[in-house]
């Protein structure tokens, strides 16, 4: 599975993005998802995580409530919709997926840069 995001630029503070990532040579289907960003000088951290048996998901502190992470299996696609957003979510994102307890797949990031 090859994974491309896209839907990154530049916002002002309160604002909202929606970022996609689109499966290519496979769908996703019995795939964990999950978004991760990382800024520079900094380990990636985890953002947002959905499994596939149950539906659930789960979000980092700094992001609950603001942040959503869901899918359509038609499209082959995840998305990540950003509300609220602040400077302090400026960063590159990245979808990853996952079959087993590694996750095995990621995209190729994508920028957001939020201004106060």
């Known amino acids: 599975v090859q994974l491309q995001a896209s839907g990154g630029g530049w916002v002002q503070a309160g604002g909202s993005l929606r970022l996609s990532c689109a499966a290519s040579?496979?769908?996703?289907?019995?795939?964990?998802i999950g978004w991760f960003r990382q800024t520079p000088g900094k380990e990636r951290e985890f953002v947002a995580h959905?499994?596939?048996?149950?539906?659930?998901?789960e979000y980092a502190d700094s992001v609950k409530g603001r942040f959503t992470i869901s899918r359509d299996n038609a499209k082959k696609t995840v998305y990540l919709e950003m509300n609220s957003l602040k400077p302090e979510d400026t960063a590159v994102y990245y979808c990853?997926?996952?079959?087993?307890?590694?996750?095995?797949?990621w995209g190729q990031g994508t920028l957001v840069t939020v201004s106060s």
């Open positions: 990853a997926a996952r079959s087993t307890r590694t996750w095995d797949y």
């Open positions: 959905r499994w596939w048996s149950s539906g659930l998901t």
């Open positions: 040579g496979g769908t996703l289907s019995g795939y964990d």
